[in-house]
């Protein structure tokens, strides 16, 4: 195998790490800078500490991505077809970035997999393809949703009595820890993808074996590209999340960022499914804004949301699959 190749392949897979932290980086903070909990430079420093952190607790949902969504290609095209997989997942992640719009970069990933994998006539998993990313990308919403407006109502039942302000402030002091809490679950969830991509690499080139452990060069490359991805932040994304859905107070930040966080660790430790920290977190937000009252959220702006959640593992797959072409015809 070549090893310029291999090289290559794992240094696209930690630059999509990378785009995938300041991507992402608003899922874990938007809320508590935009209540003022946290300044923008504190709030994305802590998320990075807490991404590093995050990526080392596990490794099932990086199994599922090496094993259990295509077949692990061989030789020279089986390095292109992830190669492809990686661009088509960038690109989506530039355009959904330069627009503001809070798109999952797992199912970017994901579709960028599924298209180059196709184009590239390898088997596709469907069962698992169904099973571990599909019904998470439709049921994640509807529980964060779900559990959002319950969460914010039982806080407002709880301190229906406390004095409005000094609550607000001990919120404000919480959200510091529910924050940290969504970072640490977008690092348990979102390094682990792309160590189950690095994983696929090695094993294309006879380095490790399949079924091998995780090495730990692995973790320690894609979490700290996904730090410093997370540092360097997204604020255009930061926006749409923190005030353009709907304006928040600490409490509706606290039990957003709860809610997130325990959906987030939930999926990883009990299902091993690769959820998206961004549905997860845009729909607690919708769901805790509703309890105001339903037309404080700004329903338009989560339309246009949602409308991209739909395009992304299309998008990405149309774009890897061009990609493998491109790749086919110049290389292979």
């Known amino acids: 195998m070549d090893t310029f190749a291999l090289i290559v392949t794992i240094g696209v897979a930690l630059f999509f790490t990378y785009t995938n932290g300041f991507h992402d980086s608003a899922n874990a903070i938007a809320t508590s800078v935009s209540t003022r909990a946290l300044t923008p430079r504190a709030a994305l420093a802590m998320a990075a500490v807490m991404n590093l952190a995050g990526a080392f607790m596990g490794s099932g949902v990086a199994k599922t991505v090496s094993e259990g969504v295509i077949e ?4 020279s095209k089986g390095m292109g077809i992830l190669f492809a997989a990686l661009v088509g997942a960038i690109v989506w992640n530039l355009v959904t970035w330069y627009f503001g719009l809070p798109s999952s970069s797992s199912h970017s990933l ?3 997999m599924v298209g180059a994998a196709l184009a590239g006539s390898t088997t596709v998993y469907w069962d698992g393809v169904v099973d571990k990313i599909v019904i998470p990308m439709f049921v994640s919403p509807v529980v964060g949703l779900l559990a959002g407006y319950l969460v914010m109502t039982a ?14 402030r001990g919120f404000r002091i919480a959200q510091t820890v529910s924050a940290a809490g969504m970072a640490l679950g977008h690092g348990l969830q979102d390094a682990q993808k792309t160590m189950g991509i ?18 730990v060069w692995v973790k320690i490359s894609c979490a700290l590209m996904l730090s410093a991805g997370t540092y360097a932040g997204g604020w255009r994304i930061m926006r749409t999340l923190g005030r353009k859905i709907i304006e ?3 409490p509706q930040g606290f039990a957003a ?11 990883a430790f009990l299902f091993h499914a690769p959820i998206s920290t961004t549905h997860v977190i845009t729909s607690a937000i919708m769901g805790v804004g509703a309890t105001k009252r339903v037309n404080a959220v700004r329903w338009g702006v989560a339309k246009n949301i949602i409308m991209g959640w739909f395009i992304t593992m299309p998008a990405a797959a149309l774009v890897a699959a061009v990609s493998f072409w491109i790749i086919d015809l110049a290389v292979l």
């Open 198 to 215: 690095v994983v696929m690499a090695l094993v294309i080139a006879d380095v490790e074996d399949y079924g091998d452990p995780i090495p």
């Open 248 to 250: 928040l107070d600490p």
């Open 155 to 168: 806080i407002m039942w709880i301190f229906r009595r406390a004095n409005p302000h000094k609550a607000k």
């Open 257 to 267: 960022e709860t809610t997130g966080a325990s959906i987030m660790f939930g999926s």
């Open 72 to 75: 692990t290609p061989e030789g």
């Open 110 to 112: 994901f579709g960028g």
